[in-house]
């Protein structure tokens, strides 16, 4: 299971992108001027077999990896589309966020339920997903249509909260990781050079790995450095000048 996310982020006087993987053990910081799919796919290696627990961006959707989407997200977004429509296409887009929240409170509740109930919502909430994406996507193009058609292309992310114990409904741990970035962003942090972002992806990935591991960086910093260094050349050794 591998948690995902990125927030802007600058390189000098260059746009980038601060790019965040983590999973149980080990997490990988990157800085790069790109938003595309190259850079998780970068991180992962096309062999990834796990599980991605991402938002919406579509540089994640084209992955051919196993993904859990962020519900919390979706249910925002289409909350946001609902306060700008009235009448029937209100009512309509309101239908999803509900559908959601539902599939949420089934998540969070999975230990209190039987496994045969926990089953049994499961395929009931997926079934009236399926029926709301096929019904309002041949609907005349509107904002509900669009809707529909853009959730179906994730649909399997979605519901895979309600099959699998393991996928959170929310990515909310790789926003907490990024929040000292953000903090450190709006105070004028960020990198001013190419070769110091890189230098900061390599140091951060490896302190917060360490602490996931229970173990102290200032070990292995310490253990590398003086791996580095030389062994001093015995003086008496050396022939006579």
Sequence with gaps: MVHADETGWRIGRVNAWLWVCRSQTVTVDVSETSRGQAVPEAILGPAFEGILVVEGLKSYAVLAYRKGQCVGQVRRRTGQLAATLTGLAQYDVQELPAFLREALAVAQRREQLTASGSWRRGHQLAARLDTWLVWHGAAPGDAVQRLARHGAAPREDWVR??????VPATNNHAERMLRPAVLWRKSGGCHTSPVGALGHGVLASLAVSCTQQGKRFVDLAVGRLRA??????????????
């Design 161 to 166: 909260v309600l099959s699998d114990p393991e």
């Design 228 to 241: 580095l260094v030389p062994h001093a050349i015995p003086l008496e050794g050396l022939p006579d000048g």
